[in-house]
């Protein structure tokens, strides 16, 4: 960090890190093609900015897109100030949403600082209080996480070690929230096999907001849990949630068995969520279980929509 302007800075060794580049690769499109200017410091160090360090990677997408290396740094004098990032083999810009704080996030992201992603988390949370804290922070950091995944910037740790302090921040923040003791029970649950559980921690977050003591299943539980939960907690709601496609393919009568128990209990409401729950449940109607695409269509009496039910 630049102590003077506040400024994330990188080592050569750090950009290698995040943008998967050889450090003498780095060096040569710096003398050769001027693609960076890093500072040096007192020891002959160079430091780098976050701006050249979205500019290697820029310039990394069009030559894997089949540009020469000079080309590609003719384009990226073309975008004057703009700070460019990779997404999904196109070069887009930095969402708009896309704050200090998950910045931030996704600085220590990359170098895989558990500490002080924690930190940041904290500090954010105290800063804009439970719902704004979900929307402006853990999901958009979440999707970008998701994103630099998919398009290969980050690597499975990476990804895997974000996902993880989100999950156990929040995991904290539900344990300490106060609900009333009489309030309504909402069940959430991942399917079987499902391991994704961020986006249902969020809802059932949202849903505490809303008045509702909630319960959770870890991640990938077997069908006879749910059932078991179920019958021995009698909620008054229960939403299930599958990112992936994974539930569906271990098991291709998942969805049946899951209308027909839900059939057998006609006073608790069902809900799935997730895409890969939408993938599947198109062409196959339901009949005991609502399909949710939002959190409104399960807090169906509150009348804020939340809108954020799925999007990370």
Known sequence: MNERTNEMTYN???????????????RKWEERYGIVHPKRLDNGYRIYTQEEVNALLYVKSLVEQGQSVKQAAMQLQKTGGLKPTVLSGRTEYMHPEINEHVRSLLNEGALCNEAKMSRILQQAYHIYGLQPFLRSVVIPFLREVGQRWNDGRWGEYQEALASLVVRDFLVQLRRNFYVDE???LLLGTCLPHEKRENPLHIILLECMLHGWKTVMLGPSPSLVAIQSAVERLHPKKVVLSAVTTVPFEQNEQLLQELDEFAECHPQIEFYIGGPGAMQHTQGQ????????????????????????????
Do not use: C, M, R
């Open 12 to 26: 050569i060794q750090q950009v290698a890190h995040i943008t998967g580049l050889s450090k003498q690769l780095i």
């Open 182 to 184: 009489n309030a309504p």
């Open 285 to 312: 109607p339901l009949q005991f279980i609502q399909v949710a695409n939002d959190i409104s269509d399960i807090l169906k009496n509150s009348e804020e929509n939340t809108g954020v039910f799925y999007k990370t």
